[in-house]
C-alpha cells in the first residue's frame, strides 16, 4: 500500500476513535454498528416470486408442479436497475415461500427452479440478483420460510436440520448477506413442532456475522406490527423481548416500541405496491398511487423506521411497468420535496449547550456531528435563523442514534409578527423524524422545542424544507 495512503488511513481512524472519546455518554441501549448502517439506508425493496406468480394465489399449496414456473425474460438486473433508481439500498427475495419452491438448485430437495423449464433446469434466480446486486453496489437480503407445504420432513423432528441445511446454502454460496429475513409462519401439521429459532440465529452468525436478523423480536431488526408500512406516531428503537416469541408477540407494543427497552431492535416497516405481495395481472391497476408510496415513505422513515417495500416480479420475471412508473413519481416527489435544505449553513442557538457539541452542528448537513445540551440538562430550546422570511412546510430532524434514543417529547415554533407560534410536535425523534405541516408556513425564525428527554439532551441535524407541488 502506498505509504502516504497508508498514513493517512491511520490517521482517519485516529480522528473517528478520538471523535468517540469525545463523545457525549451514550445511552445504556444503542445500536450496533450493523444496525446503525441499516438504517441508514432509510429505503429497501423485498421481491416475491414463486410458482404463486402464475398460479395466481398469494398462498401456494407445496403441490404444484415445477413446471409452471417458467419466466421467460427474468432479469435480475432490471430488478436491481428499478430498486436503485428508487433509492433502495438492499433487496430481499423470497428464497423459498411457504409452498416449499426453491428459487435456487437446492440439493435437499428436487421442489426448486432445476425441476422448471426455466432455463432447461439450469437457472437459480438467487444467484442472477446476487451478481446483479454486486455489480450495482446493492445489497443482498434473503427470506427463507420456516413452512415448507412441501416437504415431508415438516412437522417431524428432523425438518429443522433440512432448514438449517437450506439455510448454509444459501449463507455460503451466493457472497455477502446483508439481511436475513425469517417469520414465525407455521402449518397446521407443525403444531407439535418448534422451530428451533436458537439454531437458525446461531448459523447465520457464524456464516453472515454482517448480517442483521428480521424477525418479529430481531434480534437485528424487529416487524413494525402491520402489513402498511406505517411506524407509531411514537416510535422507540428500543423494546424488551423476554417472554416474546415469534409470530406471538403484540403487534402494538412492536409499533411503538419501548422508552425502556433494554434491547436496541428498531423497526422496518414491510408493504407491497400492490394489494397483494405476489404478482397478478388484476392488480395492475391498482399499484399505489406516488403520493401514496410518499405518504409511506412519510410514516415510516419519517417516524424513525426503515421502509420495506415490495416489488412482485411478474409472469415474464420483471418488475411491470405500472410498477416502475409508480416508483418513478415517488423518487421525483421526495427528490424535489429534500432537494434544497432552507435552514443549511443558517445560524443556530441553543439555550444550553456542551462546548464540544455547538448548535452550529446542527445545520451543517452532517448527522455524524451533533449539538449537545449541558451535562445532564434533558430539556432544551434551539432557534434557527433562516435568514429572510422563508416558506416551508416540512420539517426533519435527527438524533445521533449511535449514542442510543433520547427525545420523548417536543415541538416546533415559527416568529410570525412577533410572536412564537406553534406548528408541530411529537414524541420520539430517533434516526429520522419527519414532520408535515397542515398548511405553508412564512416565517425567518423557528425554533425545536426539546420538553422532554431521558438523558443529555441531542441532535445531529434541523432542516427545512418545501414540499414538492406534486405532492
Not at 445500536?31 to 406468480?53: A, K, M, S
Not at 410518499?294 to 411497468?321: A, Q
Amino acid at each position: 500500500m502506498n505509504k502516504t495512503l497508508l498514513t493517512l488511513g491511520i490517521g482517519l481512524l485516529g480522528s473517528a476513535a478520538a471523535l468517540a472519546q469525545s463523545d457525549i455518554p451514550a445511552n445504556p441501549v444503542k445500536p450496533t454498528p450493523q444496525q446503525l448502517r441499516y438504517q441508514q439506508q432509510e429505503l429497501i425493496g423485498f421481491l416475491h416470486l414463486t410458482v404463486n406468480t402464475f398460479t395466481d394465489r398469494e398462498w401456494g399449496t407445496g403441490q404444484e408442479d415445477p413446471a409452471i414456473f417458467n419466466p421467460t425474460q427474468l432479469d435480475a438486473r432490471q430488478w436491481v436497475r428499478v430498486a436503485k433508481d428508487a433509492g433502495m439500498k438492499t433487496l430481499i427475495l423470497t428464497a423459498k415461500h411457504h409452498d416449499g419452491f426453491c428459487l435456487w438448485p437446492s440439493k435437499y430437495t428436487d421442489h426448486s427452479v432445476k425441476s422448471s423449464p426455466w432455463k432447461g433446469g439450469k437457472g437459480d434466480v438467487v444467484r442472477d440478483l446476487a451478481d446483479a446486486c454486486r455489480e450495482a453496489g446493492i445489497k443482498l437480503g434473503l427470506y427463507l420460510s420456516p413452512w415448507d407445504m412441501h416437504e415431508p420432513k415438516y412437522g417431524t423432528s428432523e425438518y429443522n436440520q433440512f432448514y438449517l441445511n437450506q439455510l448454509r446454502e444459501l449463507l455460503t454460496n451466493y457472497g455477502p448477506v446483508a439481511e436475513v429475513w425469517m417469520d414465525g409462519a407455521k402449518g397446521e401439521n407443525a403444531k407439535n413442532m418448534s422451530y428451533d429459532f436458537d439454531a437458525y440465529r446461531a448459523l447465520i452468525r457464524q456464516l453472515q456475522p454482517q448480517a442483521v436478523i428480521f424477525s418479529d423480536v430481531g434480534p437485528g431488526v424487529r416487524w413494525i406490527g402491520n402489513e402498511k408500512g406505517f411506524a407509531g406516531e411514537t416510535c422507540w428503537s428500543t423494546i424488551n423481548t423476554e417472554g416474546m416469541d415469534i409470530g406471538k408477540a403484540d403487534s402494538k407494543y412492536l409499533n411503538t416500541g419501548d422508552p425502556k427497552g433494554d434491547e436496541w431492535i428498531p423497526g422496518e416497516c414491510d408493504v407491497s405496491i400492490r394489494p397483494g405481495w405476489f404478482y397478478h395481472p388484476a392488480e395492475d391497476a391498482k399499484v399505489k398511487t406516488p403520493k401514496q408510496l410518499v405518504d409511506v415513505y412519510y410514516k415510516s422513515v419519517g417516524r424513525n423506521g426503515t421502509l420495506l417495500l415490495n416489488l412482485p416480479p411478474d409472469r415474464r420475471g420483471l418488475i411491470h411497468e405500472s410498477d416502475v412508473a409508480a416508483l418513478k413519481g415517488m423518487r421525483a416527489i421526495l427528490d424535489e420535496t429534500f432537494r434544497a435544505n432552507l435552514a443549511g449553513r443558517r445560524t443556530a442557538r441553543a439555550s444550553a449547550s456542551t462546548p464540544a457539541f455547538p448548535p452550529r452542528n446542527l445545520t451543517d448537513g452532517n448527522a455524524d456531528t451533533y449539538w449537545a445540551a449541558s451535562a445532564g440538562q434533558t430539556t432544551a430550546t434551539l432557534d434557527l435563523d433562516l435568514g429572510r422570511e422563508t416558506t416551508f412546510d416540512r420539517i426533519a430532524l435527527q438524533e445521533p442514534v449511535r449514542l442510543g434514543q433520547r427525545v420523548s417529547a417536543f415541538r416546533v415554533e415559527a416568529e410570525q409578527n412577533g410572536q412564537w407560534k406553534p406548528v408541530a410536535s411529537g414524541t420520539t425523534i430517533g434516526y429520522k423524524r419527519l414532520l408535515r405541516l397542515d398548511a405553508p408556513v412564512q416565517a425567518r425564525r423557528i425554533r425545536v422545542v426539546i420538553e422532554q428527554a431521558n438523558n443529555t439532551a441531542a441532535l445531529s441535524e434541523i432542516a427545512v424544507y418545501k414540499a414538492s407541488p406534486n405532492e
